[in-house]
């Protein structure tokens, strides 16, 4: 069935620096991909997402980049701050078969100030 | 409303009791998540809605959860029996126009059972 690998698990910076996340996924027939910020007590919130049809989105200190040939995905967070300290998700999905979105098993993110 | 609404936000059960988790997804979203997420894990898929096709229920762990979506808008979760180890908080999600889309998310509900 369909899979999303995420990694790594957890990750710590120094505020300022730079994280990257990276995921990859089974279906290649996927064509939508959203990140997915947790904070601690609340639901994932929608950070940044890209479509199959680019291979970089930025917005702002983060950006979204996919390479379609290899089936994986990445999200960088330039400078990072204090308060981007929290679980990120990505995921993948497809307009066709149930429409359902696949999460990965998400990134404990530290920004050490 | 405005977002994604789930009751109770905190639930504590004694064990073998049965427990209602309800969602109020957003206004005219075809799509409706149940996941499940234990204390610093990721979310683990229960069951998806979509429109009137019949739910995949393929993430239930057992045949002790079951969900339904009533007219298309309100879902309740139901886990009979309860465990110690079901103890989570569950998070409801929809979406419109299928999975393509943005999904919100509720605050969650934080079962525990005792």
């Known amino acids: 069935g369909e899979n999303v690998e995420q990694h790594p698990s957890t990750l710590s910076v120094q505020e300022g620096d730079s994280a990257v996340i990276k995921c990859t996924y089974s279906?290649?027939?996927?064509?939508?991909f959203p990140w997915y910020k947790q904070e601690l007590g609340k639901g994932p919130q929608l950070i940044i997402d890209i479509r199959s049809n680019v291979g970089e989105k930025k917005d702002q200190r983060i950006a979204v980049t996919l390479n379609k040939t290899a089936k994986h995905f990445s999200l960088h967070i330039t400078e990072t701050q204090p308060e981007d300290s929290a679980v990120y998700f990505c995921?993948?999905?497809?307009?066709?078969?149930?429409?359902?979105?696949?999460f990965g098993a998400g990134t404990r993110l530290f920004v050490k100030a | 409303g405005a977002g994604v609404s789930q009751s109770p936000s905190n639930k504590v059960t004694e064990k073998g009791k049965d427990v209602e988790l309800r969602c109020d997804p957003i206004s005219g979203h075809t799509a409706l998540y149940w996941y499940r997420q234990s204390l610093g894990q990721g979310l683990e898929f229960l069951i998806y809605f979509q429109g009137n096709s019949a739910p995949d229920k393929s993430g239930l762990p057992s045949d002790r959860f079951s969900a339904e979506r009533t007219g298309g808008s309100v879902s309740t979760l139901t886990i009979q029996r309860t465990q110690q180890e079901d103890s989570a908080v569950y998070l409801c999600a929809s979406s419109s126009q299928g999975a393509n889309t943005e999904a919100f998310f509720g605050q969650g509900t934080r079962l525990t059972v005792v």
């Open positions: 995921a993948a999905s497809k307009n066709t078969g149930g429409f359902k979105t696949i």
């Open positions: 279906d290649s027939a996927s064509n939508y």
